[in-house]
């Protein structure tokens, strides 16, 4: 039996499969933006073929497929989601518009603001009130409820959100008003705020709903076809989705929450970064992911992902549980252009896979950052996709100096040098923003580079940032997929209770606590994991009575008692003095959310060897040769390489033809990437089936002394 895993991004859809046995394959294919469920068919027959079956007995045989899409990201990028209205309390309807203060600059009040989701002709008051503690100060008006709909029917809605004060204590007047919504309206998505996310915080509960009503009828349309195409080959399984917070849960689940999946596919590099971890014993690793059209960076401190109550995407904010991930726009395919002030910007703009990069052959004339890598001879033309897209190296030279070198007056390497180092640029300060910008010394990670591009880059970013290592996973073209094989089902649920210390009340805590795992082990049993199989985790998000905002503490246990409020203070206060270096013993805290997550144990995560790729399983592949290539990475010009070819890393390893390391500057060719090993590092094969880029120690001995001499200078 197989377990198959697909990741569909922006430019290239990535499938990662394992047998029974334990043998991987993988693949890459361009996505198919028009037609995203037949481009997946299509990469799941190339997939079958690998393993010598076709289509429909591939998936007989297969007992699992997870699937990551950022479809419902992507549709809130591009404005492309589905006609909204909102039901809110009666007087609230601009709650959505006025949003909070803050702003990302405070001084500029001319800013713009994210994109409304609901004109203000579709965001409707309804007549009813709660108070703070969920009790009834004005019953819902239900003919005035009448009224709404008839609106709403004549508008030609898609999708409703309701959202009303307080539905966080006492959901009923919001789940009376979507019974006569959906009696009324068939056809139309509804969604409550209390179904989606029962939180304190009106604008972010608000806006969380509305993206959900936003969003859901896009993804659930595209599932529905997924699911007919696989269906016409034999596939009536769960299909499952990768969530937000690196969990699994099924499609039918998703086609009524898909704010869920808007970090879809990162979230599986973040939990194949937690396995990482392990296998390779480093607790800390910056995890980078450089596609076709994104750059997404996640941190694993102490070997686990960070996860954080709430998110803000596309300056819209999401009240959901959430892997941290940081994304930029600067991919492989990210469009490099000079503005009216003759700077160069690269990003965040992406050619995507159709067009494409110029360098594709497929209609795109702009240049991208493929592009440059392939002018400065990083690229081999016949062995890109693993020998499958031959890449035209005089449509990249004319983008890039028409649309580049021309306007800047410079020669047409020189220009593809600047896009590939403003690129680098932009990815390390995107990695100094996860770690400097918050405490963290990036000197203490080891950097894995994931994504079929990011390979080509790691070594200079983790010698600009003295980095020890920087690792390369065999299976980093694909590794958001291959992280989603061993992701778990899980249920995350998130209430309000407002309990301080001053009338700490375990009984309520419990009884709270207690539904919670009740319902979340209610979808477990559906998903048909055993009671031996669960696992949960609680997690209290707890602040100072006069703080704005929150941090979350696990308390390691399920059940309240009378010395519980104790351990909660300490844990509470322990916590607040690692991440803010103070605390406040005598003062009050209070717990304002509660978090259950129930899962089943995770999957062992099966590594690739060699075999995949050098053709031992019988399947013909492109293999590079040894030899050498002129390269340019830097100001100092043209430089000649050694290029080592996939079929000979097993030589590296045996120490028969090829040495047992590879020093730089060198390239390492691979179907689906190639790894640059800048000078003054050195590329050897670890046993876990992963390249190790290594500084060599003199330069790193050299350094840090040369550090340390300008620390005690700067003392005198």
Same mark, same amino acid.
């Given at each position: 039996?197989?377990r198959?895993?697909?990741?569909?991004?922006? &430019?290239?859809?990535?499938?990662?499969?394992?047998?029974?046995?334990?043998?991987?394959?993988?693949?890459?294919?361009?996505?198919?933006?028009?037609?995203?469920?037949?481009?997946?068919?299509?990469?799941?027959?190339?997939?079958?073929?690998c393993?010598?079956?076709?289509?429909?007995?591939?998936?007989?045989?297969?007992?699992?497929?997870?699937?990551?899409?950022?479809?419902?990201?992507?549709? $809130?990028?591009?404005?492309?989601?589905?006609?909204? /209205?909102?039901?809110?309390?009666?007087?609230?309807?601009?709650?959505?518009?006025i @949003?909070?203060? @803050?702003?990302?600059?405070?001084?500029?009040?001319?800013?713009?603001?994210?994109?409304?989701?609901?004109?203000?002709? %579709?965001? $409707?008051?309804?007549?009813?009130?709660?108070?703070?503690?969920?009790?009834?100060?004005?019953?819902?008006?239900?003919?005035?409820?009448?009224?709404?709909?008839?609106?709403?029917?004549?508008?030609?809605?898609?999708?409703?959100?309701?959202?009303? !004060?307080?539905?966080?204590?006492?959901?009923?007047?919001?789940?009376?008003?979507?019974?006569?919504?959906?009696?009324?309206?068939? =056809?139309?998505?509804?969604?409550?705020?209390?179904?989606?996310?029962?939180?304190? +915080?009106?604008?972010?509960?608000?806006?969380?709903?509305?993206?959900?009503?936003?969003?859901?009828?896009v993804? /659930?349309?595209?599932?529905?076809?997924?699911?007919?195409?696989?269906?016409?080959?034999?596939?009536?399984r769960?299909l499952? %989705?990768?969530?937000?917070?690196?969990?699994?849960?099924?499609?039918?689940?998703?086609?009524?929450?898909?704010?869920?999946? !808007?970090?879809?596919?990162?979230?599986?590099?973040?939990?194949?970064?937690?396995?990482?971890a392990?296998?390779?014993?480093?607790?800390?690793?910056?995890?980078?992911?450089?596609?076709?059209?994104?750059?997404?960076?996640?941190?694993?401190?102490?070997?686990?992902? +960070?996860?954080?109550?709430?998110?803000?995407? *596309?300056?819209?904010?999401?009240? $959901?549980?959430?892997?941290?991930?940081?994304?930029?726009?600067?991919?492989?395919?990210?469009?490099?252009?000079?503005?009216?002030?003759?700077?160069?910007?690269?990003?965040?703009?992406?050619?995507?896979? #159709?067009?494409?990069?110029?360098?594709?052959?497929?209609g795109?004339?702009?240049?991208?950052?493929?592009?440059?890598?392939?002018?400065?001879?990083?690229?081999?033309?016949?062995?890109?996709?693993?020998?499958?897209?031959?890449?035209?190296?005089?449509?990249?030279?004319?983008?890039?100096?028409?649309?580049?070198?021309?306007?800047?007056?410079?020669?047409?390497?020189?220009?593809?040098?600047?896009?590939?180092r403003i690129?680098?640029? @932009?990815m390390?300060?995107?990695?100094?923003?996860?770690? #400097?910008?918050?405490?963290?010394d990036?000197?203490?990670?080891?950097? #894995?580079?994931?994504?079929?591009?990011?390979? $080509?880059?790691?070594?200079?970013?983790?010698?600009?940032?003295?980095?020890?290592? *920087?690792?390369?996973?065999?299976?980093g073209?694909?590794?958001?997929?291959?992280?989603? !094989?061993g992701?778990?089902?899980?249920l995350?649920?998130?209430r309000?209770?407002?309990i301080?210390?001053?009338?700490?009340?375990?009984?309520?805590?419990?009884?709270?606590?207690?539904?919670?795992?009740?319902?979340?082990?209610?979808?477990?049993?559906?998903?048909?994991?055993s009671?031996?199989?669960?696992? &949960?985790?609680l997690?209290?998000?707890?602040?100072?009575?006069?703080?704005?905002?929150?941090?979350?503490?696990?308390?390691?246990?399920?059940?309240?008692?009378?010395?519980?409020?104790?351990?909660?203070?300490?844990?509470?206060?322990? +916590?607040?003095?690692?991440?803010?270096?103070?605390?406040?013993?005598?003062?009050?805290?209070e717990?304002?959310?509660?978090?259950?997550?129930?899962?089943?144990?995770? +999957?062992?995560?099966?590594?690739?060897?060699?075999?995949? %790729?050098?053709?031992?399983?019988?399947?013909?592949?492109?293999?590079?040769?040894?030899?050498?290539?002129?390269?340019?990475?830097?100001?100092a010009?043209?430089?000649?390489?050694?290029?080592?070819?996939?079929?000979?890393?097993?030589?590296?390893?045996?120490?028969?033809?090829?040495?047992?390391?590879?020093?730089?500057?060198?390239?390492l060719e691979?179907?689906?990437?190639?790894? %640059? #090993?800048?000078a =003054?590092?050195?590329?050897?094969?670890?046993?876990?089936?992963?390249?190790?880029?290594?500084?060599?120690?003199?330069?790193?001995?050299?350094?840090?002394?040369?550090?340390?001499?300008?620390?005690?200078?700067?003392?005198?």
């Open positions: 039996m197989y198959v895993a697909i990741d569909t991004g922006g &430019t290239f859809t990535d499938i990662a499969a394992v047998s029974e046995s334990g043998q991987m394959m993988m693949l890459k294919s361009p996505t198919d933006r028009e037609n995203p469920a037949q481009g997946i068919i299509l990469a799941l027959a190339e997939m079958a073929g393993w010598g079956l076709d289509l429909a007995t591939f998936l007989e045989e297969t007992e699992q497929i997870i699937h990551g899409t950022t479809l419902a990201l992507n549709a $809130l990028l591009e404005g492309q989601g589905s006609r909204t /209205a909102l039901l809110t309390t009666e007087g609230f309807r601009d709650a959505l518009e @949003r909070r203060s @803050r702003r990302d600059n405070q001084w500029d009040l001319r800013a713009p603001v994210p994109r409304l989701l609901v004109p203000r002709c %579709l965001r $409707l008051g309804v007549r009813e009130r709660l108070d703070y503690r969920g009790e009834v100060v004005i019953p819902l008006d239900r003919e005035q409820l009448e009224e709404t709909i008839a609106r709403l029917r004549a508008e030609g809605v898609e999708s409703a959100a309701v959202c009303f !004060l307080f539905s966080f204590q006492n959901p009923a007047h919001e789940q009376a008003a979507a019974e006569a919504l959906r009696e009324a309206l068939p =056809g139309v998505f509804i969604t409550t705020s209390a179904e989606v996310s029962p939180r304190i +915080r009106e604008y972010e509960r608000t806006s969380t709903v509305v993206l959900n009503a936003y969003l859901t009828p993804l /659930a349309a595209y599932l529905n076809i997924l699911e007919e195409k696989l269906a016409a080959y034999g596939w009536h769960p499952y %989705l990768m969530l937000n917070s690196g969990g699994l849960t099924d499609a039918g689940t998703v086609k009524n929450f898909a704010v869920k999946t !808007l970090l879809s596919g990162p979230a599986g590099g973040a939990q194949g970064g937690q396995a990482l392990q296998e390779l014993q480093n607790p800390d690793l910056v995890v980078a992911d450089m596609g076709g059209t994104s750059f997404d960076v996640t941190l694993v401190v102490n070997g686990k992902c +960070r996860q954080v109550p709430e998110a803000e995407l *596309a300056g819209h904010p999401v009240t $959901l549980p959430m892997t941290d991930i940081r994304s930029i726009g600067a991919g492989g395919g990210s469009v490099a252009s000079v503005d009216e002030s003759g700077r160069l910007m690269v990003g965040p703009r992406s050619a995507g896979s #159709v067009p494409g990069p110029a360098c594709y052959g497929r795109g004339t702009e240049p991208t950052v493929t592009d440059a890598a392939l002018l400065l001879g990083l690229l081999n033309p016949e062995g890109f996709l693993g020998g499958r897209l031959r890449l035209d190296y005089d449509r990249a030279f004319a983008a890039v100096r028409d649309r580049v070198a021309v306007p800047l007056g410079l020669d047409t390497a020189e220009a593809a040098l600047a896009i590939y690129a680098a640029a @932009r390390a300060d995107a990695i100094r923003l996860v770690t #400097v910008q918050q405490g963290l990036p000197r203490r990670f080891a950097l #894995v580079a994931a994504g079929g591009a990011f390979p $080509l880059f790691a070594g200079l970013i983790a010698g600009e940032l003295e980095m020890r290592e *920087a690792v390369i996973p065999l299976q073209p694909v590794f958001c997929a291959w992280g989603m !094989l992701a778990a089902r899980q995350d649920l998130s309000t209770c407002l301080s210390s001053d009338s700490f009340d375990w009984g309520t805590l419990n009884a709270l606590v207690g539904d919670m795992l009740v319902q979340g082990n209610a979808d477990l049993h559906r998903y048909g994991v009671g031996a199989e669960r696992e &949960t985790e997690t209290l998000e707890m602040k100072y009575l006069d703080q704005h905002h929150e941090i979350s503490i696990n308390p390691g246990e399920l059940k309240f008692g009378l010395s519980s409020a104790e351990k909660i203070n300490n844990a509470f206060h322990e +916590r607040h003095r690692e991440l803010f270096g103070y605390d406040e013993p005598g003062k009050p805290w717990i304002v959310n509660v978090r259950v997550v129930c899962r089943e144990k995770g +999957r062992d995560y099966v590594y690739p060897g060699l075999s995949h %790729l050098t053709g031992d399983n019988g399947v013909e592949q492109y293999y590079p040769t040894a030899g050498s290539r002129e390269v340019m990475v830097d100001p010009g043209w430089q000649a390489v050694k290029v080592y070819g996939a079929a000979g890393l097993p030589r590296v390893v045996s120490g028969s033809g090829l040495p047992s390391e590879a020093p730089g500057p060198a390239l691979f179907p689906y990437t190639t790894v %640059l #090993v800048p =003054g590092f050195t590329a050897s094969l670890g046993a876990q089936g992963y390249i190790s880029l290594r500084r060599e120690t003199n330069n790193l001995n050299n350094r840090e002394t040369n550090n340390a001499n300008k620390g005690e200078e700067g003392g005198q």
